[in-house]
């Protein structure tokens, strides 16, 4: 079975896609098969793999609307080792229609035990708002990594994520694990140097204890179509989303040896 990973946050712009990417393609570096998940019907994870939005006929609305099955519409990307099932922007429709489905949190988990998917990591990048679709993918996931950045309302944003993880594990998902992650840290910014330390203690064992920095490389990356490790394999954020995989191979471990 596969370790089933949502990047969620309701804040925009704090690295979702860029850590589902990027992390994705650090996993596969280490000789893992994963499978990335695009939710979001902007679909820039679609985009920054160099697959056109426009051109994707069936979409992760088609696994949760019509019950599709996930290795039906999973493709391969450029990299061997990593596959993507793409967002389009009809999935705007997605999110409207979900709910009328009856046990509609549960789509998204009975359709991930799909028996053709043969891959170690699933990473499911989440749309910037806590509607059906998050729910969706945390009801299916094992943990949840939440970027966040040390600015006041990121960490502002947090206390909405806690409240769904809350109800997630009353409600679907019992076994939902979550950890925080510091994105867009600039050391050299004394706010987000405070901040980070509130963090810290605020969450302790809830934070990982890798930080990703700002990086203009990885602005760069997504019009290459290549994630960072490869766009630039040398570069601060390549090395930080690598120890990232480390970090999350060791939790993995952990927490399957402890017993259930
Ligand atoms: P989200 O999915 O949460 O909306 P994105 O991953 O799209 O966020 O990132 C938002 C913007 O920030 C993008 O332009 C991305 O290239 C950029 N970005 C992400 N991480 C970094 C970083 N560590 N350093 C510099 N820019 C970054
Ligand atoms: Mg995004």
């Known amino acids: 079975m596969a370790v089933i990973i949502s990047i969620a946050n309701e804040k925009g712009g704090v690295a979702k896609t860029t850590t589902a990417l990027s992390l994705g393609a650090a996993l596969v570096e280490t000789g893992l098969k994963v499978l990335l998940i695009d939710l979001d019907a902007q679909a820039n994870l679609t985009l920054a793999l160099g697959i056109e939005p426009g051109k ?53 988990r009975k359709a ?54 809350r109800r997630v594990r009353a409600q679907t998902n019992p076994h939902l694990t979550y950890r925080l992650l510091i994105t867009l840290f600039d050391r050299r910014n004394r706010v987000h140097r405070t901040l980070a330390e509130q963090l810290h203690t605020t969450f302790s064992g809830g934070l990982l204890e890798t930080v990703i920095e700002t990086d203009t490389k990885l602005r760069e990356s997504p019009i290459a179509g290549l994630p960072i490790i490869y766009h630039s394999p040398k570069t601060r954020s390549a090395i930080q989303y690598r120890a990232l995989a480390q970090e999350i191979i060791e939790y993995v471990k952990e927490t399957s040896a402890e017993p259930a």
């Open 56 to 108: 994707v006929q069936r979409s992760a609305g088609n696994i949760l609307l019509e019950s599709a099955q996930p290795s039906r519409i999973s493709r391969e990307t450029g990299i061997p080792g990593l596959d993507i099932i793409p967002a389009n922007n009809e999935m705007t429709y997605t999110e409207r229609y979900l709910p009328s489905r009856p046990g509609y949190e549960m789509v998204l």
């Open 112 to 165: 991930l035990q799909d028996p053709e998917l043969d891959y170690d990591y699933i990473l499911i990048d989440c749309p910037p708002f806590l509607g059906a679709v998050t729910l969706d993918a945390l009801t299916a996931s094992n943990l949840l990594i939440m970027p966040t950045q040390a600015e006041f309302f990121s960490v502002y944003a947090l206390r909405n994520m806690m409240t769904l993880i």
